[in-house]
Nanobody, 121 residues
Framework: QVRLVESGGGLVQAGGSLRLSCVAS????????MGWFRQAPGKERGFVAS???????NYASSVKGRFTISRDNAKNTVYLQMNSLKPEDTAVYYC???????????????WGQGTQVTVSS
């Protein structure tokens, strides 16, 4: 069973950058699609970005051009580079493995504990 641990969150001013990491143990992720989601208080968990085993990527329209998802299979790690951060990016960010094709949180599983990102204006 795979275990995912996110890190890299924090407090940053608007316009700043953060890089989130998601380290996996218990399973080699190289052949699996991975995703990043986020959840703000009172809101549903929403899709941010995904990357498949071949390196193909997909982004939510709200982050396209600002966020970049990548993976390092040798380190069993997936990253989310976040630039030009906005206050509306404030949320808990989670990584997960893709269970089936899609961008709903129900299409993903093996959720990590999340990492808090707070963007001040």
């Amino acid at each position: 069973q795979v275990r995912l641990v996110e890190s890299g969150g924090g407090l940053v001013q608007a316009g700043g950058s953060l890089r989130l990491s998601c380290v996996a143990s218990g399973r080699t992720l190289s052949n699996y699609a991975m995703g990043w989601f986020r959840q703000a208080p009172g809101k549903e968990r929403g899709f941010v970005a995904s990357i498949n085993g071949g390196g193909g990527t997909n982004y939510a329209s709200s982050v396209k051009g600002r966020f970049t998802i990548s993976r390092d299979n040798a380190k069993n790690t997936v990253y989310l580079q976040m630039n030009s951060l906005k206050p509306e990016d404030t949320a808990v960010y989670y990584c997960a493995t893709e269970l089936r094709s899609g961008s709903s949180w129900t299409d993903f599983g093996s959720w990590g504990q999340g990492t808090q990102v707070t963007v001040s204006s």
